[in-house]
């Protein structure tokens, strides 16, 4: 790196610690109580993250190449004069062109099955292709619907509906189509949504038309090392007992439709009750666990600076605890909203609306569609500075659902390199009018 190393390193020393960090705060909390056991794999963590086939060294080559070019292209004034516009979206897509394939290329020579290198391709598209396109196109789109007089009245309220679209697409998929979604991704949602995975494959199966209530229920899903009893041979069986409750309970044969109570996980019968208890679970998670850390942590520099003056440091510190309890009750309206309208739809407002239909009807879709479509609105909680970033963070993952195919990146790695230098390039030419960190960071480092 003897050109331009100074944005090289940063970009890698970035992303080092992007992969790195929750890696390792995720083997401290495992071995907690014996630290010294978390070492080893600290060190295989830090090391490895090292090697030319991981994220840290694709992006320190990708700027080392861009810079390069650049700083041979300043000779001639005329390039010089266009360094911010055409020419260094062009060079910026060249750049990514070939380090994105020699990335690529390290990938599959890794010494790992074909299996896992297909996989980290994929979850790459996932990741860094999904990601620059949604830019991109927010960068193009933005711009050109704000000159729009038709759409003027919408735009306040405009990354709130982005968020909103997009989040019916991901909440829908993860419940009827997971297949469709980053592993990943969707564990981290099913870790969130707290939903007992007995009753998220039940409600799958009602709309694949396995499960149908009156009819012989459908097997649990069970290990060779722990079978179900005979008398919850069923698929909520193990659920009722995990619960205390009678396996007869949810019994689909015999039991319709399945009781708030269990699909409420025994809080409560009541549904507003149990919709409290969501919100105030997804809150009390947020604020102390995601968001207050993530806050103390950004304004650590602020709090230094303040430490001489009292005023100042309960401002910061009023602020931190502020912005942390603002999302932290978006995470809950977010979770509350979810499960809030499974019950709208089964039993609170779906047989009032619709008193002919079945309970295999009003709970084929209707709940978890609803929800999808519903859950996003939560976003309105959140600062308006936040809310662009978030809507287009939401946007990139509905975009690799709908637009990329399925194993886009092994199946069809050229195609998946190019799509990414064609953005990675118009985000560069157009970097004034990327929005939030991203932005900055774009334009930090072309």
């Known amino acids: 790196m003897l050109l331009y190393p100074d944005r090289s390193y940063k970009a890698f020393l970035l992303a080092y610690i992007y992969t790195t960090l929750p890696k390792v705060v995720s083997v ?100 860094l292709t999904a990601t620059v396109l949604a830019r991109a196109l927010d960068s193009i789109l933005r711009p050109a619907l704000a000159g729009t007089l038709a759409l003027q009245p919408l735009r306040p309220i405009g990354d ?23 592993a990943r991704y969707a564990r981290w949602i099913t870790a969130v949504a707290d939903m007992d995975t007995e009753l998220l494959e039940a409600l799958r199966a009602i709309k694949q038309g396995r499960l149908i209530y009156g009819e012989k229920p459908l097997p649990p899903r069970e290990s060779a ?19 205390s409750q009678d396996p007869e309970l949810g019994n689909t044969g015999i039991t319709v439709p399945i009781p708030c109570y269990l699909v409420h996980a025994t809080v409560s019968h009541n549904c507003e009750v149990h919709a409290a208890w969501r919100f105030w679970r997804g809150f009390k998670t947020g604020f102390l666990y995601i968001y207050l850390p993530l806050n103390l942590l950004l304004s650590l520099k602020r709090l230094k600076a303040a430490r001489g003056s009292r005023t100042n440091l309960g401002r910061i510190v009023a602020d931190l605890v502020r912005n942390s309890a603002t999302s932290a009750a978006f995470l809950g309206s977010f979770i509350m909203l979810n499960w809030y309208c ?31 479509a519903l859950c996003g609105l939560s976003v309105g909680l959140e600062s308006p500075h936040r809310q662009p970033e978030l809507s287009l963070f939401v946007f990139s993952k509905a975009i690799d659902i709908l637009a990329l195919p399925q194993k886009f990146g092994s199946q069809y790695p050229g195609l998946d390199t190019l ?21 900055k960071l774009i334009k930090s480092m072309f």
């Open 160 to 182: 709130v509906l982005l968020f909103t679209a997009s989040c019916y697409v991901i909440m829908f998929t993860w419940f009827y189509y997971p297949q469709r979604m980053q």
């Open 419 to 439: 799509l990414f230098s064609l953005a990675l390039g118009t985000l560069v030419q157009r970097k004034d009018n990327v929005k939030g960190y991203f932005g």
């Open 225 to 243: 090392t722990h079978p179900s009893p005979p008398d919850a041979d069923h698929l909520l069986g193990p659920m009722c007992l995990r619960y």
């Open 28 to 127: 401290l909390a495992q071995h907690r109580r014996n630290p010294a056991k978390a070492l080893p794999k600290i060190q295989h963590i830090l090391v490895r993250a090292g090697h030319r086939d991981k994220l840290p060294f694709f992006f320190g080559t990708l700027l080392l190449v861009y810079h390069a070019v650049m700083r041979g292209l300043q000779r001639n004034r005329a390039m010089a004069a266009n360094k911010h516009g055409q020419v260094a979206g062009l060079v910026a897509a060249g750049a990514a062109l070939v380090s994105y394939s020699l990335y690529k290329h390290a990938i599959r020579g890794s010494k790992t099955s074909a299996e896992v290198r297909a996989k980290r391709q994929d979850n790459i598209s996932s990741e």
């Open 342 to 372: 499974v019950c709208l739809a089964r039993t609170r407002l779906g047989p009032k609306l619709f008193p002919r239909a079945t309970a295999q009807q009003l709970e084929d879709t209707w709940g978890p569609g609803l929800g999808s």
